[in-house]
């Protein structure tokens, strides 16, 4: 078994994920690590990229039983050797040190890790630079982005790894989420830095945000399902502010991000309230016919 398995759910990421491996194989740490690709169904040269690096450091595993960045993850841990986890994107970059930083923290008695993050364009241009853990709009437990985040396998193990129902947003809120729930200590690593690419293109952008808020509506139609009424009469009003906003050209990046967080988050609320019904009244038929009455 070794120290650290850095685990990279990845589907077509030939483009970028050269970069990452080069960024990764030059970590400096104590640790003895591994770096696991996990190839969601790519039809690109994901895989034949990850074969060409002589490092044998390099392993790539066959993720692609089903789609979803929440399958990459599971079957890459799976496939893994490390007694502490990292995850990281295939399309950004680790910082210097970021190995070594999450290693100690480790070392230290962490659970649960999450680092920093440097939001990038493309060009390398940097948007915002974030140096924390992140909150849901619904609850109170934070949650490390996916890019740059960790556990140690026995969490991992415990709470059943992540939901592979979660696709395209949340999907790792709802692992942190458990996490909690479980008992489990989820620490910040200052040290610990990746760049992470943003969507420039206004339509990559739009559909990425909507995927996010339709991810939010699943984590409170799973954990809070009471909300999602009172979801759908907040965000409705919201929705329409910032479409206008959007469509007035005021701050369009952000409004646009904006809006489409709150669309998604609004249709798939409904949807998940449409859902409800039906199931309510066939539970409600059950218990009629096999539940003895008092």
């Given at each position: 078994?070794?120290?650290?398995?850095?685990?990279?759910?990845?589907?077509?990421?030939?483009?970028?994920?050269?970069?990452?491996?080069?960024?990764?194989?030059?970590?400096?740490?104590?640790?003895?690590?591994?770096?696991?690709?996990?190839?969601?169904?790519?039809?690109?040269?994901?895989?034949?990229?990850?074969?060409?690096?002589?490092?044998?450091?390099?392993?790539?595993?066959?993720?692609?039983?089903?789609?979803?960045?929440?399958?990459?993850?599971?079957?890459?841990?799976?496939?893994?050797?490390?007694?502490?986890?990292?995850?990281?994107?295939?399309?950004?970059?680790?910082?210097d040190g970021w190995l070594e930083?999450?290693?100690?923290?480790?070392?230290?008695?962490?659970?649960?890790?999450?680092?920093?993050?440097?939001?990038?364009?493309?060009?390398?241009?940097?948007?915002?630079?974030?140096?924390?853990?992140?909150?849901?709009?619904?609850?109170?437990?934070?949650?490390?982005?996916?890019?740059?985040?960790?556990?140690?396998?026995?969490?991992?193990?415990?709470?059943?790894?992540?939901?592979?129902?979660?696709?395209?947003?949340?999907?790792?809120?709802?692992?942190?989420?458990?996490?909690?729930?479980?008992?489990?200590?989820?620490?910040?690593?200052?040290?610990?830095?990746?760049?992470?690419?943003?969507?420039?293109?206004?339509?990559?952008?739009?559909?990425?945000?909507?995927?996010?808020?339709?991810?939010?509506?699943?984590?409170?139609?799973?954990?809070?399902?009471?909300?999602?009424?009172?979801?759908?009469?907040?965000?409705?009003?919201?929705?329409?502010?910032?479409g206008l906003a959007w469509a007035?050209?005021?701050?369009?990046?952000?409004?646009?991000?904006?809006?489409?967080?709150?669309?998604?988050l609004l249709s798939e609320s409904?949807?998940?309230?449409?859902?409800?019904?039906?199931?309510?009244?066939?539970?409600?038929?059950?218990?009629?016919?096999?539940?003895?009455?008092?």
């Amino acid at each position: 078994m070794v120290d650290i398995s850095v685990v990279i759910p990845c589907r077509n990421a030939a483009p970028t994920l050269g970069r990452q491996l080069d960024a990764l194989l030059a970590q400096e740490s104590p640790a003895e690590f591994e770096i696991v690709v996990a190839d969601n169904g790519s039809t690109d040269g994901t895989v034949a990229l990850a074969h060409s690096y002589a490092d044998p450091r390099i392993r790539v595993v066959d993720a692609g039983r089903r789609p979803g960045v929440n399958v990459g993850r599971n079957v890459g841990v799976e496939a893994s050797r490390g007694r502490f986890i990292l995850l990281t994107d295939g399309d950004d970059i680790v910082h210097d040190g970021w190995l070594e930083a999450h290693y100690r923290a480790f070392a230290g008695g962490a659970d649960a890790v999450g680092g920093g993050l440097d939001r990038i364009l493309e060009d390398g241009t940097i948007l915002v630079k974030s140096r924390q853990l992140f909150p849901s709009l619904y609850r109170r437990n934070l949650f490390a982005n996916g890019t740059n985040c960790g556990f140690t396998r026995e969490a991992f193990d415990r709470i059943g790894g992540f939901d592979e129902e979660f696709m395209g947003g949340a999907d790792e809120v709802d692992f942190y989420w458990r996490l909690a729930d479980a008992g489990y200590r989820l620490t910040f690593v200052e040290g610990a830095v990746v760049s992470k690419v943003q969507h420039a293109e206004p339509h990559n952008a739009f559909t990425q945000h909507l995927n996010y808020g339709k991810g939010e509506a699943r984590l409170i139609g799973k954990f809070r399902p009471s909300y999602l009424r009172v979801v759908v009469a907040c965000v409705s009003l919201q929705s329409f502010i910032w479409g206008l906003a959007w469509a007035a050209g005021i701050a369009r990046r952000r409004t646009l991000r904006i809006f489409a967080f709150n669309l998604g988050l609004l249709s798939e609320s409904a949807r998940l309230i449409a859902m409800r019904p039906p199931r309510q009244r066939l539970a409600r038929l059950v218990q009629r016919i096999f539940l003895p009455r008092d």
